[in-house]
């Protein structure tokens, strides 16, 4: 039966998009459920969570949360202490995905992993988002210097010594970013709070 051109077609269908679909992408591309079903049924694909399926023959997740998250949540863009670890801007390891939503924007429901939800809106959503490929999944996260910046902004929720780390990471990593990273602080209203720990000499 997999030898028929559905299931041919599903494959080679699966194989175009890095060997991942979603369910509303697979219906969309013309693979009904009744051959999604049998192709995991028969070992072929597998079903990494809920409405995700992937290729059996990958190798496993190297990023499962983000990729994860990315799959079922492709409008979110990965934020706060999620995207410092990313960053290796921090030494804490996230409980949770951090993830920012513009605000009005439908959310998703996840069983796993957990997330924390942040709904920005305007340039606080839509600038420095950087686009990273990991499992053949489109990841969304915000750039070093918009993350770091937004840090400052929730640090009373995030806590500051979080914050100060990841300050002090960046101006390890970044030094030519600096007037990046104030053109975020000015749109966050951060500057007057980032400019202190800047003259601090590393």
Known sequence: MLATQPFKQALADFKQQRGALRMAEALRLGISRRVLYALRDAGV?????????RLTELPALSNPDLTLVAAHMPNAVICMVSALAFHNLTTQVPHAVDVALQRGARR???????TNVYWFSGASFAEGIETHTIDGINVRVYDPEKTVVDVFRYRNKIGMDVALEALQRWRQQRKGKFNVLMAYARMRSVEKTLAPYLAVPL
């Open 45 to 53: 694909i597998e079903q990494v969570s809920r409405g995700f399926y």
């Open 108 to 114: 998703s429901r996840l069983a796993f992993p957990p």
